[in-house]
């Protein structure tokens, strides 16, 4: 936790192909959905890489390309996009800010549905996206496969403008919901980022209930810290009278904080830690997984702690299927290393 997050980093040199064709400085995306897009852009445009304040007509983009990458974007997000919204907006910044709006959680239940599947072996997933609204988790459920039955538990922040201060009491309050839809086990959890942290302490809890985890997967545990931490002990904090920007800020801060303060308890259960290949396996010793559980896999999954998501989704799908597929295996599994 000692790197600045993905989206506090430093930007990539321009190539020369892209000329005077920019205006303004070059800012790289902060969240999986923005990745997604950015992506999404430079295979549309043939232009790498592409800022999320940069727009798309003046990057040489026309309507039909528009049309195009519009088209591909709803099938990647599962989501209905206007036109207008691209019209009204031509950078990924706007775009993104535009889908959020559109795809509230006012109103949405507690536990999402992305992906039915069989009735057996649900998977309960924490995706960790407070600012980019987990989108991503569409097509890690189509490439889990149409059996797996996929379900998402939106974080604080996203879910409603109420946001606990500790990962302790995010866990409780989304074990609520989880137990409020699905009220006995066996459970199978997973989450990214903070949200593995989540759906950790569910777990943990889960199993003092007397309550059956066949799988916990944790996908890039944990939360790269700030370069400027402000430090916060109050209670629930509302996030509601904030603006879209000033929102992102202060929920970065606010689970900035809470990753930081949370320590694992010992744990019971077999888990699955999923880490990007350039992530320091030791940027924490707190999060020694092996001490926590005597049941330990490690795996690595290509990419970096976004992209991993995004461009490389297909491998990260078939080790979370691979882990999953685990849980039906009799026996405990010894830990790696």
């Known amino acids: 936790m000692s790197n600045p997050p993905e989206s506090l980093g430093t930007p990539n040199s321009r190539p020369t192909e892209l000329g005077t064709k920019i205006r303004g400085v070059y800012k790289p995306a902060g969240d999986p959905l923005q990745v997604l897009l950015v992506e999404l852009w430079e295979d549309s445009l043939g232009l790498r890489p592409v800022g999320i304040r940069d727009n798309f007509f003046e990057l040489g983009g026309d309507s039909?390309?528009?049309?195009?990458?519009?088209?591909?974007?709803?099938?990647?997000?599962?989501?209905?996009?206007?036109?207008?919204?691209?019209?009204?907006?031509?950078?990924?910044?706007?775009?993104?800010?535009?889908?959020?709006?559109?795809?509230?959680?006012?109103?949405?239940?507690?536990?999402?549905?992305?992906?039915?599947?069989?009735?057996?072996?649900?998977?309960?997933?924490?995706?960790?996206?407070?600012?980019?609204?987990?989108?991503?988790?569409?097509?890690?459920?189509?490439?889990?496969?149409?059996?797996?039955?996929?379900?998402?538990?939106?974080?604080?922040?996203?879910?409603?403008?109420?946001?606990?201060?500790?990962i302790g009491e995010m866990a409780n309050d989304q074990l609520k919901a989880l137990v409020e839809f699905q009220p006995h086990g066996p459970y199978r959890l997973g989450g990214h980022c903070n949200g593995a942290l989540i759906a950790f302490d569910m777990a943990r809890q889960l199993l003092l209930r007397g309550e059956q985890v066949e799988a916990l997967v944790l996908i890039s545990p944990g939360l790269a810290a700030l370069p400027t931490p402000v430090v916060n002990n109050s209670p629930t904090v509302d996030i509601s009278p904030l603006s879209l920007e000033h929102r992102r800020q202060a929920l970065l801060q606010l689970y900035w904080k809470a990753c930081v303060d949370y320590f694992p308890q010992p744990y019971a259960g077999r888990i699955s830690v999923l880490y990007s290949a350039d992530e320091a396996r030791e940027d924490n010793p707190k999060y020694d997984w092996k001490r926590v559980s005597k049941q330990v896999e490690i795996h690595e999954v290509p990419g970096r702690h976004l992209t991993m998501l995004t461009k490389h989704i297909q491998d990260l799908a078939k080790c979370v299927k691979e882990c999953l597929g685990t849980a039906t295996r009799p026996g405990p599994r010894p830990a790696v290393g």
């Open 64 to 166: 039909l390309l528009a049309a195009d990458m519009l088209m591909e974007a709803e099938v990647l997000l599962g989501t209905e996009i206007s036109a207008e919204i691209l019209l009204s907006g031509a950078t990924i910044e706007q775009l993104a800010a535009a889908l959020l709006i559109e795809n509230s959680a006012i109103g949405r239940p507690r536990v999402v549905e992305v992906q039915k599947g069989t009735p057996e072996g649900r998977f309960f997933y924490l995706h960790g996206d407070f600012n980019g609204g987990g989108f991503y988790c569409v097509n890690l459920a189509r490439h889990l496969g149409r059996e797996q039955g996929f379900y998402t538990l939106p974080p604080h922040g996203l879910a409603g403008p109420l946001v606990p201060p500790t």
